[in-house]
């Protein structure tokens, strides 16, 4: 995709990840979420977790905020996008943009690349094609509160084991600081306490955090919370108060 791109275009590249799960796009989508406010005005990201490939599903640029975000109409794009500000959504139809022949399994290469190339040499979105009527939304920040516990789901386990999820950061607010709590994991559990950064706790104990980006994570200091819980993307989770005594 690069060497494509870069046959179109004077750009400089930065990776943000290839090491998402094959299909986990709600995890494509975080990571693009997360990333994308650090980059500047005029950035084209070109983000590929395409499980329908090839089938009807439609290829999309995304305008927000001075930035483009390229890729299938699965949700990728979206939570990114709205994080930014108003998405303006295009479908790309003009064949005139895309590597010919396109392949039926790698539109990555084909579509995509040559598509954000093209919008960052400055061709305009409106020559790569036209303003959709309706494309897929999916939304990341997502808790349920049933009076004695929170539920989320996970994210992302990051580089150091620690668990991400759903679970936006005002919701530890119910948990005082210093709190104890019973994280659920695929119907396993740990004790934690409610804290600040991973510090908080002793090394190998457990921390649950709001996170660089806003939304609450699950901690070891010094281990990996996601070998400890077992934890993978697309996991149920769970906060609950301890009682005194408990």
Known sequence: MKAVAAGICDARFVDISHAVPAHAVRTG????????PACP???????????????ARAPLAVASAGHIFVGPDNGLLLPAAKRLGAPDVYRLTSPVYRREPVSPTFHGRDVFA???????????????????????????????????????EVLWIDPFGNI???????????????????????????????????????????????????????????????????????DAVTLRSVEIGS
């Open 29 to 36: 989508a975080y990571l693009l979420w997360s990333v994308a």
């Open 41 to 55: 005005a005029g950035t084209v990201h070109c983000a590929v977790i395409d499980p329908g490939v090839g089938t």
């Open 114 to 152: 040559p598509a954000a190339a093209h919008l960052a040499a400055g061709v305009a979105l409106d020559d790569l094609g036209a303003r959709a009527s309706g494309y897929v939304d999916l939304t990341l920040e997502r808790a349920e509160w049933d009076g004695t516990m929170v539920r989320g």
């Open 164 to 234: 991400l999820t759903t679970i936006p950061g005002e919701a530890l607010a119910r948990f005082p600081a210093g709190a104890p709590l019973t994280v659920g994991v695929r119907g396993g559990g740990v004790r934690a306490t409610a804290g600040y950064t991973f510090g908080d706790v002793p090394p190998g104990a457990a921390v649950v955090l709001t996170g660089s980006d806003g939304l609450v994570e699950i901690a070891l200091n010094r281990a990996r919370a996601a070998g400890r819980l077992g934890a993978a993307p697309g």
